[in-house]
């Protein structure tokens, strides 16, 4: 099925330089009894950034791994032609972070150049193409994490080596699947400027999947949404369609334009918020945003739920006893947690999807017997957030990366907690579900829970939240915003990041 075509002439190929790179034409793919692609159509072409559209589940990564050879399509062609003739190179962002946990960071970048290893004798050289790699894009981590372990790297630092490694293989065809989900407004800026710099000057083809989509208007030149598992618009011109447009090809509910200001007045205050510069009241129900660079936001989150080094920050008050000393503690007194990496702090990967939903409920209620009633309780829970599974008793690793995110969230709907801690919960949930996700977390505001939101997405926050604690560029807080002075531009002011 896959046909690399030598049919062209050299002459032919360089009087048409918009010849495509990749071509998609009539695939079909299944996971067993699950049919996800039904005949899709797609192209990529050189200097184009193309946007992969669809809701979670919709079969974009499977396409992605389908171009990069990783899995084999059930039928319809694939085409690959590098705009020289031969085939392209194909660098690839995977949707979860990729890199070997016990290699350098020098080591991760420098593999992808010398697949046979022979880089890694020579740790200099290794060095020297890591660093310029990561220059690119974050020339403070190029001096400074070259030969830290990638196993202790933060999600955010994982990301941008991810995506360094994948520009520096002077790849033809980048496949970037959701690769902004963990950066910050600053960091994708810096980013989409490599970007178009490599689509423009050097005639690249592109395609990016994300759910975000003011970055998809800022980066794109054409989108492709899938639905249904088949093309429902196919490399249209962005501008050509609006936001409201784009979600309905997607095929998810439309939402209301205009976003209400949050509010919990007169609620009464049951915690302060102690930093090592501030003491701030907590009222019953707030929705409190953490914004800026991570460092900041990662500090209080792990002093909260007792995890890691830091415990600079604490809730205190009636009812808060001793600050918690493990996560584990922290469930026990009431507080809930959703980690940012899901791949290896979330997901109960061997386990299947019913019981990632009901463990936080299982070990809250000591339940010792998998009660009768499980089965409704998660089918209720999995359709709350619309979560896209063929059975409960599958396991999560057959769920799109936005639909085990989902898991994460519904462990922790309805249940009766002091607080719950989320660190970007909505990391590549699809625009439809977060929406609801919103809801149901105002819903759990409204019966008392503190909750605490993390997101480099500052238009969440904006739209979620009732105050929000931004952070500056060196991890230092620096104020409180409340609801009424929300705005995009004083968040970026406070964080030092553009909006
Ligand atoms: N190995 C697998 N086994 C079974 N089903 C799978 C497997 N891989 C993917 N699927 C199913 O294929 C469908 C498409 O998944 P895919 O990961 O391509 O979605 P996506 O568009 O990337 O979604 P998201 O926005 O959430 O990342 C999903 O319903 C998923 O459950
Ligand atoms: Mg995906």
């Not at 009636?318 to 584990?328: I, L, Q």
């Not at 926050?461 to 009732?466: I, N, S, V």
């Amino acid at each position: 099925m896959t046909s690399l075509s030598s049919s062209t002439t050299l002459a032919e190929r360089q009087s048409n330089p918009q010849r495509p790179l990749v071509t998609l034409r009539g695939i079909q793919k299944s996971f067993g009894p699950t049919h996800v692609l039904k005949g899709v159509n797609f192209t990529v072409r050189p200097g184009q950034i193309h946007a992969l559209l669809g809701g979670n589940g919709a079969g974009k990564s499977t396409m992605i791994r389908v171009i990069t050879g990783e899995i084999r399509a059930n039928a319809g062609d694939l085409h690959l032609q590098a705009s020289h003739g031969g085939d392209p190179k194909v660098a690839v962002v995977y949707q979860e972070l990729a890199l070997i946990p016990d290699l350098t960071v020098a080591e991760n970048i420098a593999l992808v150049h010398a697949p046979s290893g022979f880089a890694l004798k020579r740790q200099a050289q290794a060095a020297l193409i890591a660093e310029e790699a990561l220059s690119l894009i974050d020339p403070h981590l190029a001096r400074t994490a070259l030969f830290r372990k990638a196993g202790d790297l933060s999600m955010h630092e994982g990301q941008i080596v991810e995506i360094a490694r994948a520009l520096s293989t002077g790849a033809e065809v980048l496949l970037l699947d959701e690769p902004t989900a963990n950066l910050t407004a600053a960091e994708t800026e810096q980013l989409f400027a490599v970007l178009k710099g490599l689509a423009k000057d050097k005639g690249i083809g592109i395609v990016f999947v994300s759910h975000r989509m003011k970055e998809i208007r800022q980066l794109c030149d054409v989108c492709t949404i899938i639905r249904d598992g088949k093309t429902a618009i196919d490399a249209r011109p962005i501008g050509m369609l609006t936001d409201a447009a784009i979600i309905q090809e997607m095929g998810q509910p439309a939402h209301r334009a205009e976003a209400q200001i949050a509010r919990n007045d007169g609620q009464p205050v049951v915690a302060t918020l102690t930093g090592p510069t501030i003491q701030h009241p907590i009222q019953r129900g707030t929705i409190l945003g953490l914004a800026g660079a991570p460092e900041g936001p990662a500090h209080v989150i792990s002093s909260l739920i007792g995890h890691g080094r830091h415990r600079d920050w604490c809730m205190t008050g009636d009812g808060w006893g001793n600050a918690p000393t493990s996560p584990r503690d922290a469930v026990a007194q009431g507080i809930g947690f959703v980690s940012g990496d899901r791949a290896t702090k979330g997901v109960l990967a061997q386990l299947p999807i019913i019981d990632n939903v009901l463990a936080s409920r299982r070990v809250r209620e000591r339940r010792l017997f998998v009660g009768q009633n499980e089965r409704s309780e998660c089918a209720g829970l999995m359709q709350a957030l619309k979560v896209k599974a063929g059975s409960a008793w599958d396991r999560p690793g057959t769920l799109s990366g936005g639909n085990q995110q989902k898991l994460l969230v519904a462990r922790w709907l309805g249940l009766p907690l002091k607080m719950v801690v989320f660190e970007e919960p909505t990391r590549g949930v699809d625009i439809g579900t977060k929406r609801d996700m919103y809801a149901l977390i105002r819903q759990m505001a409204e019966e008392g829970t503190i909750v605490v939101w993390w997101s480099t997405e500052n238009v969440e926050l904006l739209e979620l939240c009732h105050e929000i604690l931004a952070f500056d560029t060196e991890g230092q807080p620096k104020g409180f915003l409340p609801a009424d002075r929300f705005d995009e531009d004083a968040l970026a002011e406070l964080t030092g990041m553009a909006a």
